[in-house]
């Protein structure tokens, strides 16, 4: 029986593995499967550390290794509630994380026996999520439509989506935060210059907003509908999304007299029958060239990644494309890496969808054929220079070969950004401190000799 569920195994494994190829454009896109036996990976957020940071429904907070798909514990939170549709949900990582470590998270929770939302921020100690501090409580929560995507914009504010938790008549009641895209500062204060003075509320009339990303200077925000009119929106202050009022465009008499007079702003896309829209990710890399200044938008009832192809200024949608098409199932959480990569959470052991034997999964979408420029394609295959960690002292010790003595010495991360720059010693030796950096993988670069590098 045991060699049976072994061979069962390995069959799910091939299946999973090795869907085909397919063209984007003028390249191919291989999908393959970066780790598996997850319980619904509901945020994939790419970290500095350049590790994958996930949260899983039930409450558990991890890095996964893009190179392995080794995951990492963080966390587990004691007091999540998972009840439906609600749990652990979305995440962000401060975006200055060497200076301040910090990891906001949003999950629901039993308060006094009622389902509530929070929002709390943890501090990563190198090894774990410590030290939580609720930043923001008392949102109304329920087994549906509690929203839960969290964005860091660069002005470095906060922000967080709410849905009505099934109640309607919270989404357009200013004094109540469901329904709403809330903004707040990282510390949990409400900014200065939001729409009402000493308010949270950023834009409201929002029915259950689970997507957020950002790109041409602009927020996007995905939205699920009730029986029809799901939603792809542009986020601008003060503005009203118009739920229970509207479903998609102003296209009834009802609704276009609610529109005229209630500063609406209409969605960019709708669709009817609904998708059941998730993730979204904002994705402009030459590695796939035909998916540039593009939407990719997740899917669950539709199982689907949807391309959203923007015009030059980002206010409209030009085209649409379907990928991945009932695939691998229900599709929730998305995040693009610097080299070009798409990695995609399934969600099929939400209790809707129908569990293959290794789901959940993490799936990642590459272009094999791209090299990032300036740090593969000039690279010889053996590097003229020896490295040694001591993690203990947070240190590397770097030993060169001669012909590297007028070359400078750079830290670099994965997508090739400077970190550190040095000038080689007489010795040919140089120590470098990583006390300050975050965990993660990193190239060192001396000319055209280059190595990987793991700090832990």
Request: charged share 15%; proline share 5%.
């Amino acid at each position: 029986m045991k060699k049976i569920l072994t061979l069962l195994t390995l069959f799910y494994s091939f299946i999973i593995c090795c869907q085909a190829q397919f063209p984007v454009g003028s390249v191919m896109v291989t999908p393959r499967t970066l780790t598996h036996s997850l319980e619904v990976p509901w945020e994939l957020v790419w970290g500095p550390d350049n590790f994958i940071w996930m949260t899983e429904r039930y409450g558990r907070i991890s890095r996964v290794n893009p190179a392995n798909g080794q995951v990492s514990a963080l966390v587990t939170i004691p007091d999540v509630l998972q009840n439906g549709e609600s749990g652990l949900l979305g995440m962000a990582l401060h975006p200055d994380f060497s200076q301040h470590p910090h990891v906001f998270v949003a999950y629901t929770y039993s308060k006094n026996g009622t389902p509530t939302e929070k929002l709390v921020r943890y501090t990563y100690n190198g090894t774990a999520l410590a030290s939580p501090q609720v930043l923001l409580d008392n949102i109304v929560a329920a087994a549906i439509h509690d929203g839960a995507r969290l964005l860091i914009l660069p002005d470095q504010t906060l922000l967080f989506t709410t849905g009505d938790a099934g109640n309607t008549s919270l989404a357009q009641n200013l004094n109540s935060l469901n329904g709403k895209v809330l903004r707040l500062n990282l510390d949990g204060s409400v900014p200065a210059n939001n729409p009402v003075a000493g308010s949270y509320v950023y834009s409201f009339g929002h029915r259950n907003p689970q997507g957020l990303t950002y790109g041409n200077s602009k927020i996007y925000s995905s939205e699920h509908g009730p029986g029809s009119d799901d939603e792809f929106n542009i986020i601008e202050p003060n503005r009203n999304y118009g739920w229970p009022n509207l479903e998609g465009f102003c296209n009834t008499t009802t609704e276009q007299t609610f529109c005229a007079t209630n500063n609406v702003r209409e969605p960019l896309a709708a669709w009817t029958p609904t998708l059941a829209v998730a993730g979204i990710a904002f994705y402009n890399h030459a590695a796939i060239p035909a998916w540039q200044n593009s939407v990719l938008m997740t899917t669950l009832k539709d199982r689907k990644l949807v391309q959203l192809q923007l015009n030059s200024t980002g206010t409209a949608v030009t085209s649409q494309a379907i990928f991945l098409d009932k695939a691998y199932g229900r599709l929730r959480s998305i995040c693009v890496s610097p080299d070009g990569k798409v990695y995609i959470g399934t969600s099929n052991k939400d209790g809707r969808g129908s569990p293959a034997a290794t789901d959940d999964r993490i799936l990642v979408l590459e272009n094999l054929a791209y090299q990032l420029t300036g740090i593969k394609k000039d690279a010889p295959k053996t590097a003229s220079f020896t490295v040694f960690r001591d993690s203990e002292n947070k240190k590397l010790y770097l030993n060169f070969a001669p012909e590297l003595r007028s070359n400078k010495v750079q830290l670099l991360s994965l997508s090739g950004k400077k970190i550190q720059e040095h000038n080689l010693l007489a010795d040919l030796k140089l120590e470098i401190s990583t006390e300050r950096m975050a965990a993660g993988l990193y190239l060192i670069r001396v000319g055209k000799a280059l190595q990987k590098v793991v700090i832990e």
